[in-house]
């Protein structure tokens, strides 16, 4: 009766949630469950072939993008119905029996879309469309359909006229959830291959409406459209993909005057988007730290004029020489801030107080090698350092307050956990691995019989205004997946929403449908995947790699083969090479934090050995990923420097 293709690239863990409900809807339906996987390097071979045998999975040795898969599972298929599902969906257990009855009840039905909503219960707009002409794109471009979203005119390209708590014709489907007729389908030939992602879904709407069937949209069910993709939807990648799908469609069906100025007009949407973005990363690279820079230059300032008038009237504290070692002292602050962390999302007390310590210690040592004439005073340096430090610590508690800017995440007790006693057990397992246990504030029971816990699922609104909760976790089992689906619509804003499956080993959720998708698994245990540590492993790759290069004339008297060795030094400085990495072959499979191909293995071996790929070695790559720290690089390297 049914046959679905999900297409999968990188993201393993919405995949194993998506899976698991997947099976619970397809329950009393005859029917195959096909995974085509775009060459996954985030190891879902091992990870999900063992969790799901039922599951027929189709391993790909490159990324054939999105058409391509979906045409290759199509041929597997042979059921009366296909349906292309996103991995980084939820379905409700009955969504499959509704949507098969609305298609066998509606013969000129060639296609049927559902209610789709994000992790955070918004409603996604792309559940109905309409196709993207010049005007309805220009309206969308130029912002108006915002400002009038229930427009016939302004709003068409989403439809925003129809009602969506009501079932529809509509133009275009998301090819997030699309149930079509296998027949049709033969018929049509598939997807497009001419899109490589993003489009196609457009394209294919249009060719079953010209082969005189109708596309429905169906709110008699709703589905989670997490949004976890791999591909960042602000990124310029994205941007370009999507308006390059765009040009092929429109080039395919307009005219050659039309599709001319539509081109302009989507080449121009490019630019724009594109300007935006890097506009918004530099904010967001450089917001934080160029407010410190101002904050530290308005330390020293203070500093200095208090020290001038208070205890040296006479001293020239404004001349050419200290402004170059305060620029320097200033540099050495933010260097040691953005090492230790501190201009990440998260962040931990510990770290902050690191960078504090360890950038006054630097600026106190530099000052003491300072000839004479150039120390004008210590206390200057000490009482600017003061000053910055607390300046910066109450421009942070501010803004964190107006939620300017992305600031740490303190591990305060402000994450809920709906589920059973065993299931909150699980998780919090998983949350010990990456140490986020102290978050957990308890246990919402889902029996209202249940008084071992803070409340009831029946009184958690009530709870949640209370007390400050800023996370729940749905643990599906007793509460079927239709249930935290409808819990999930009706959650008040700015809470974050998160799912687990009965017998998954991971969370999964996503805080709005335009960034990537969050996941809380043992994965997320490893030190380098922590951004902190990649830029110390880096910092470390390129100290070394200096030190080779500057002392390369030495290095000739000691080493067999300097110019082997430069040219490595050169390798891991431009940052092709990392010095040490993950055994031969592992590094693209096992679904651990990425490295560069490297110098040195974790064992210290060569990695120019054909090395076995054995489970020694994996423990070894595994445990290197988990308690990195620069000594572990260090003593790696001692040990093999034969090698190098």
């Known amino acids: 009766m049914l046959d679905i293709i999900i297409v999968n690239y990188n993201v393993k863990y919405f995949l194993e949630q998506c899976l698991f409900a997947v099976q619970k809807a397809m329950l009393g339906i005859v029917g195959d469950i096909i995974v085509v996987d775009n060459a996954s390097t985030d190891g879902s071979k091992d990870y999900l072939e063992k969790l799901f045998p039922a599951v027929r999975f189709i391993w790909m040795d490159e990324n054939l993008g999105f058409a391509k898969a979906n045409n290759i599972g199509l041929k597997y298929t042979k059921s009366k119905y296909v349906l292309y599902l996103n991995p980084d969906t939820i379905v409700p257990e009955d969504c499959f029996n509704i949507c098969l009855n609305f298609m066998e009840f509606h013969k000129n039905a060639g296609a049927l879309g559902v209610k789709m909503i994000d992790g955070t219960g918004k409603f996604l707009r792309e559940s109905k469309r309409a196709y993207p002409s010049i005007a309805t794109s220009f309206f969308k471009l130029s912002g108006l359909s915002g400002l009038f979203p229930k427009s016939k005119l302004f709003a068409k390209y989403h439809l925003g006229h129809l009602d969506k708590n009501k079932n529809n014709e509509v133009e275009v489907l998301s090819g997030a959830f699309m149930l079509v007729r296998r027949e049709l389908l033969l018929q049509i030939g598939g997807f497009d291959e001419s899109f490589f992602m993003y489009g196609e879904d457009i394209e294919l709407s249009y060719q079953i409406r010209k082969a005189g069937f109708k596309n429905y949209y169906c709110s008699d069910t709703c589905i989670i459209h997490f949004k976890g993709e791999s591909t960042n939807r602000n990124s310029i990648k994205y941007v370009k993909l999507f308006y390059n799908a765009m040009i092929i469609f429109v080039e395919k069906h307009y005219k050659k005057f039309s599709a001319r100025i539509f081109r302009f007009f989507l080449k121009i949407a490019i630019w724009l988007r594109a300007l935006i973005f890097i506009v918004g990363q530099i904010v967001q690279k450089i917001g934080l730290p160029l407010f410190d820079v101002l904050l530290l230059m308005l330390s020293f300032f203070i500093a200095l004029n208090g020290w001038r008038y208070l205890i040296k009237p006479t001293y020239n504290f404004f001349s050419n020489e200290i402004g170059l070692i305060l620029s320097f002292f200033i540099l050495v602050i933010i260097l040691a801030n953005f090492y230790a962390g501190k201009y990440d999302t998260l962040q931990k007390r510990g770290s902050t107080f690191l960078a504090t310590f360890v950038s006054g210690s630097l600026m106190l040592s530099f000052y003491a090698v300072l000839p004479e004439h150039l120390r004008f005073s210590r206390g200057i340096v000490v009482s600017g350092f003061v000053i910055s430090t607390v300046l910066m610590h109450l421009f942070r508690m501010f803004s964190k307050k107006m939620q300017w800017i992305f600031l740490e995440e303190e591990q305060e007790k402000s994450t809920v956990v709906v589920a059973q006693t ?171 934090p990425p490295l560069k191909d490297c110098i040195i293995c974790t064992n210290g071996f060569p990695a120019l050995l054909e090395l076995p790929l054995n489970e020694e070695n994996y423990k070894l790559d595994e445990l290197y990923a988990k308690s990195y720290a620069p000594q572990i690089d260090l003593q790696i390297i001692r040990k093999g420097i034969q090698w190098l």
């Not at 699980?426 to 008084?451: F, H, P």
């Not at 790759?541 to 030094?569: E, Q, R, S, W």
């Open 422 to 592: 065993e299931e909150y057990n699980r998780v919090y397992g998983l949350m010990e691995t990456i140490k986020k246990e102290k978050a957990l504030l308890g246990r919402i029971a889902v029996d209202k019989m249940d008084s071992s816990c803070l409340t009831t699922l029946q009184k958690m609104n009530s709870f949640i205004r209370l007390y400050p909760v800023k996370e729940i976790i749905f643990c599906e089992g007793m509460l079927s997946f239709k249930e935290i689906i409808q819990h999930t619509s009706f959650q008040p804003f700015g809470i974050r929403m998160r799912i687990s499956a009965n017998g998954s080993k991971s969370i999964v959720g996503s805080d709005s449908s335009s960034s990537l998708g969050n996941t809380i698994s043992e994965n997320n245990s490893y030190n380098l995947s922590l951004p902190h540590f990649k830029r110390i492993k880096r910092l470390l790759d390129i100290l070394i790699a200096c030190l080779i290069m500057l002392g390369a004339f030495v290095l000739i008297f000691f080493v067999k083969k300097p110019l082997n060795l430069f040219k490595k030094a050169v390798l891991v400085f431009i940052g092709k090479k990392t010095w040490v990495g993950y055994s031969c072959g592992f590094s693209k499979t096992s679904g651990l």
